[in-house]
């Protein structure tokens, strides 16, 4: 009981704030924004078309109200949270009539293919290879591994991108250029290859960066604990290494890494931005680029939303985590 008073209660409060505020900046700011979107809507939609005057006041009374644009701020800010509560994002005005939560929902399962193995691969492969490169500094692998990933952690994620492009979809085409799958969708060989071979090199790229970062990090952690006493007595008291590897290096190291995990999960929402352009992949990040290019202010407040709603939630589940994997927060 003291647990839930003293440290679940205060966190799902500290979500909910930070939802409610984050969501509040998202409606606020496109419209301090100038323009009207709904006048672009409607040039977009009568462009070269003689209208009636009065169908087109209608029209446009119509367009305001699907957008949610009617009334006085006070009066859109609550209807805009009762359609949040229905799942209701409103239209695209890109791809007007179709709603914004079909688009997310068109682009959200390529976005958490692609991100989330990417990431799940990447926070392993860092955490594992950098404790092990910190327990052994003097080994030949250790070094060497320790010079590439350097290397290549400064590269920039488009530059890398377009290398691997370049490199294996242009003078080498061993891989497709762009898209995400080829062929009729289904569950067949043919068509989960084909995403495979789509998703290989933009998932090679998100995973060598990736991996780079979390083994930099992940080796000075690891440094940290393997200076401390309890590690140098558990050597000096011949427990055998990989024991004091798991249990007291890696584990000891790994609550920093685990918020790491969660936030980069949470941000599955956004997309790979770069990653997605580039091998226009067609996720979350490609959507909201194109949102962007296009002043879809729905879209883009849609996406906005779900990665705010993912981030906060993601920070919670580690938050609530911590207790399991640290006794001292129970002992608190």
């Known amino acids: 009981m003291d647990l839930l008073k003293t440290y679940i209660l205060p966190r799902l409060l500290q979500w909910l704030v930070v939802i409610v505020i984050g969501v509040t900046i998202t409606f606020t700011i496109p419209r301090l924004l100038p323009g009207d979107p709904v006048e672009q809507t409607l040039r977009r939609v009568t462009a070269n078309t003689a209208i009636d005057p009065r169908a087109m006041e209608s029209f446009q009374n119509a367009i305001r109200d699907m957008y949610g644009l ?21 239209p695209s005005l890109g791809a007007f009539p179709t709603p914004v939560t079909t688009i997310i929902a068109n682009g959200l399962p390529w976005t958490i293919g692609l991100l989330g193995t990417s990431i799940l691969i990447s926070w392993t492969l ?8 910190a327990y052994y500094p003097n080994k030949l692998w250790s070094q060497t591994l320790d010079k590439i990933l350097i290397v290549i952690y400064p590269v920039p994620y488009f530059i890398l991108s377009l290398l691997l492009v370049m490199a294996f979809a242009y003078y ?37 960066l990736g991996t780079s970062f979390r083994f930099l990090i992940a080796k000075a952690l690891a440094g940290r604990v393997i200076a401390s006493s309890y590690v140098s007595y558990a050597e000096l008291a011949a427990v055998p290494t990989p024991r004091i590897i798991g249990r007291y290096v ?8 685990v918020t790491d995990l969660a936030l980069s999960l949470g941000a599955l929402f956004n997309g790979a931005l770069i990653t997605e352009v580039v091998f226009s992949y067609p996720g979350i990040g490609f959507q909201l680029y194109t949102a962007i290019l296009q002043a879809d202010f729905n879209l883009i407040m849609g996406v906005t939303i779900f990665s705010i709603i993912g981030i906060a939630t993601a920070v919670l589940i580690a938050d609530l985590i911590y207790p399991l994997l640290d006794p001292r927060v129970r002992y608190q």
């Open 70 to 90: 009617q009334g006085s701020p006070v009066e859109q800010y609550f209807r805009f949270w009762g359609r949040l509560f229905q799942g209701d994002l409103g």
């Open 250 to 257: 890696l584990r000891n190291s790994l609550l920093p890494q």
């Open 172 to 208: 080498l085409p061993i891989f497709p250029l762009v898209g995400g799958a080829t062929g009729r969708p289904g569950f067949t060989l043919a068509y989960i290859g084909s995403i495979l071979r789509h998703a290989f090199l933009p998932a090679l790229s998100l995973v060598l």
């Open 126 to 133: 860092g955490i594992l290879l950098g404790t092990l490169a």
